[in-house]
């Protein structure tokens, strides 16, 4: 067997990797220029976007604050009105001669009496001095 072809063939494999890793090292760098201007880009559209949702989000805020205090005031206006209205009401009514209370005592003072009046009726009339004592 000759030595020459096989050293050849043995120095040839052991440097094969090394032409293989080179290979994808030199590819990987256009690439990786390219992603990190990629990355670059879609970094600053992310702030343009949270900028403008900011702002969004603000105009939001404010629309839904000036609908509110419209709505507020327009509630304080019909609280007002109403606090009126109920005071013509109040000074417009005639007082009262008697009040709840006085009014249950004398209904129950009328049953009363008339109880005893049915009773009176329901004797008869007449009376006997024994009954009295019994």
Do not use: Y
Not at 43 to 48: G, S
Not at 60 to 83: F, G, I, P, V, W
């Amino acid at each position: 067997m000759r030595q020459g072809p096989l050293s050849l063939l043995l120095c040839l494999l052991l440097l094969s990797p090394f032409a293989l890793a080179e290979e994808p090292a030199a590819a990987s760098t256009p690439l990786s220029l390219s992603a990190g201007s990629q990355i670059t880009e879609l970094q600053q559209r992310l702030k343009e976007s949270e900028r403008q949702r900011d702002v969004l989000a603000q105009q939001l805020h404010n629309a839904d604050s000036e609908r509110e205090s419209a709505q507020l005031t327009r509630l304080r206006q019909e609280n007002q009105r109403l606090k009126m209205a109920l005071k013509e009401l109040q000074a417009s009514a005639p007082e009262r001669l008697i009040t709840d209370q006085q009014q249950w005592f004398l209904i129950g003072g009328a049953v009363a009496l008339l109880a005893a009046v049915c009773g009176i009726f329901a004797s008869g009339g007449h009376r006997k001095r024994r009954q009295w004592l019994n």
